[in-house]
């Protein structure tokens, strides 16, 4: 296989690499349980929402983007010149601005929208919750359960 060639496949295989771990991205809904979450007990809470705003969940940074786009974009920059002073220049030029653009492009991959939920809870007690999904799910004056385990904290009905 000639270098051209062998170089289009490894990118071709990076490139799938980086959309399959940025598809395996945890959901962080208020009705999805990760399996490191299951069999765990919760206190339950009642309470009625208050309030709600929509907002953005920023998006995550495995730097999987970032290295599989250094690795393309060195892989292409390395082709540019006529040297191999220009090679290797092209290569360090096309790895930097490729891992700026892979990151990029995994982070606005993973970002998602969710809604800020404003609860009273039965005890008096405010709190907010910040959890992936639409802002039409829950409405002012819905009686919901906040479930928490300690370290996470979620709304259901």
Not at 26 to 33: K, V
Request: charged share 20%; glycine share 18%; net charge positive.
């Amino acid at each position: 296989m000639s270098g051209f060639i062998r170089s289009r496949v490894i990118a071709i295989g990076l490139v799938a690499t980086a959309l399959l771990v940025v598809g395996c991205a945890p959901s962080i809904r208020g009705d999805t349980y990760q399996r490191g979450q299951t069999m765990r007990a919760q206190s339950v809470e009642l309470g009625v929402v208050e309030s709600l705003r929509p907002v953005q969940i920023e998006g995550r940074q495995s730097g999987a983007g970032a290295a599989t786009g250094a690795v393309i974009g060195g892989l292409g920059g390395s082709q540019v010149g006529g040297g191999s002073r220009a090679h290797v220049a092209g290569a360090v030029v096309g790895a930097i601005v490729g891992g700026a653009i892979g990151n990029a492009v995994e982070r606005d991959a993973t970002k998602a929208n969710g809604v800020e939920i404003t609860v009273r809870l039965d005890s008096g007690r405010m709190l907010a919750v910040v959890q992936e999904g639409s802002f039409d799910e829950f409405r002012p004056g819905d009686r919901i359960r906040v479930l928490s385990d300690g370290y996470t904290t979620r709304v259901s009905r």
